[in-house]
């Protein structure tokens, strides 16, 4: 006789509606060390759901005892997630209190996919594009005046950034719940604005410090020597050069080439220049 297979669907209400506080700041911060195998499962059908349930697990087991609760509860997450893996405890934070308060499946899912998108734009540019062209710029910096401590300074800084933010993040996250939802929405646009403008801030100081384009063209007219570098582009506007050349690897990356394409394209414009003495 064949065995009987239980098979689980998720379902909106629970077996055991029974609202209890059992989540501590243990579990919390268990599932946040748990939420940087995030991406360790990822593929393009579900992104980061496998990860996403996977650091859930410890919190979930504890709020559901009724074993159907939990198998809904686990494959309503194990559905598609996609956001930025350094804002997720925000999200986790939110949803493990709805879970604690039993709050009805389809809220907690509208709520977890309504957050995905804005926290994914708000850390790349906050990680992406600000604190990582900071902290390399620092570290590399460094290193190219032969302090060893530029690699460590910068994995430290960045680091320390990155852990401090995923843990504060889930217990604020928990804490305030779906009021810190509120909060979000008023300050996005601001967070990310500001974010942005100091990222490209940035970018601009590392573009005029490390990117090194010079014309090395003097034009002879009788007893007058006129340097281009010096004496034309440099007055126009400094690090001028490097800039367009930026625009332009920037403009061919927007069409499509490939990185591989704009350093050859680099490497042989160097080579011309610095065989027909312009560079």
């Given at each position: 006789?064949?065995?009987?297979?239980?098979?689980?669907?998720?379902?909106?209400?629970?077996?055991?509606?029974?609202?209890?506080?059992?989540?501590?700041?243990?579990?919390?911060?268990?599932?946040?060390?748990?939420?940087?195998?995030?991406?360790?499962?990822?593929?393009?059908?579900?992104?980061?759901?496998?990860?996403?349930?996977?650091?859930?697990?410890?919190?979930?087991?504890?709020?559901?005892?009724?074993?159907?609760?939990?198998?809904?509860?686990?494959?309503?997450?194990?559905?598609?997630?996609?956001?930025?893996?350094?804002?997720?405890?925000?999200?986790?934070?939110?949803?493990?209190?709805?879970?604690?308060?039993?709050?009805?499946?389809?809220?907690?899912?509208?709520?977890?996919?309504?957050?995905?998108?804005?926290?994914?734009?708000?850390?790349?540019?906050?990680?992406?594009?600000?604190?990582?062209?900071?902290?390399?710029?620092?570290?590399?910096?460094?290193?190219?005046?032969?302090?060893?401590?530029?690699?460590?300074?910068?994995?430290?800084?960045?680091?320390?950034?990155?852990?401090?933010?995923?843990?504060?993040?889930?217990?604020?996250?928990?804490?305030?719940?779906?009021?810190?939802?509120?909060?979000?929405k008023e300050n996005t646009k601001k967070?990310?604005?500001?974010?942005?403008?100091?990222?490209?801030?940035?970018?601009?100081?590392?573009?005029?410090t490390y990117v090194n384009f010079n014309?090395?063209?003097?034009?002879?007219?009788?007893?007058?020597?006129?340097?281009?570098?010096?004496?034309?582009?440099?007055?126009?506007?400094?690090?001028?050069?490097?800039?367009?050349?930026?625009?332009?690897?920037?403009?061919?990356l927007k069409k499509g080439r490939s990185?591989?394409?704009?350093?050859?394209?680099?490497?042989?414009?160097?080579?011309?220049?610095?065989?027909?003495?312009?560079?």
């Open positions: 006789m064949a065995s009987e297979e239980k098979v689980y669907e998720i379902q909106d209400e629970y077996n055991d509606p029974s609202v209890e506080k059992v989540i501590t700041k243990k579990d919390l911060n268990k599932m946040t060390w748990r939420s940087l195998l995030l991406q360790a499962s990822f593929n393009y059908e579900r992104m980061q759901g496998g990860g996403w349930t996977y650091s859930l697990i410890p919190g979930l087991k504890k709020i559901h005892k009724d074993k159907k609760d939990l198998s809904s509860s686990l494959l309503d997450h194990l559905q598609f997630f996609n956001t930025h893996p350094f804002l997720v405890t925000f999200i986790q934070g939110i949803i493990l209190a709805m879970e604690e308060n039993k709050e009805n499946r389809t809220t907690i899912r509208g709520i977890k996919i309504a957050l995905m998108g804005p926290l994914g734009g708000i850390g790349d540019a906050m990680f992406w594009l600000t604190l990582l062209p900071i902290t390399a710029g620092i570290g590399a910096s460094l290193s190219m005046h032969g302090n060893v401590a530029g690699p460590i300074l910068f994995l430290v800084i960045f680091n320390a950034v990155h852990f401090s933010l995923l843990f504060w993040l889930m217990h604020y996250g928990y804490n305030t719940g779906t009021r810190a939802i509120s909060g979000l967070i990310s604005r500001a974010a942005t403008i100091v990222g490209l801030t940035v970018i601009g100081a590392l573009i005029a014309l090395d063209w003097t034009i002879h007219a009788g007893k007058v020597n006129l340097d281009i570098q010096k004496g034309v582009l440099n007055q126009i506007m400094p690090k001028l050069l490097p800039l367009l050349y930026t625009f332009f690897c920037y403009w061919m990185p591989i394409t704009l350093i050859g394209i680099t490497v042989l414009i160097g080579l011309v220049g610095s065989f027909f003495k312009i560079f």
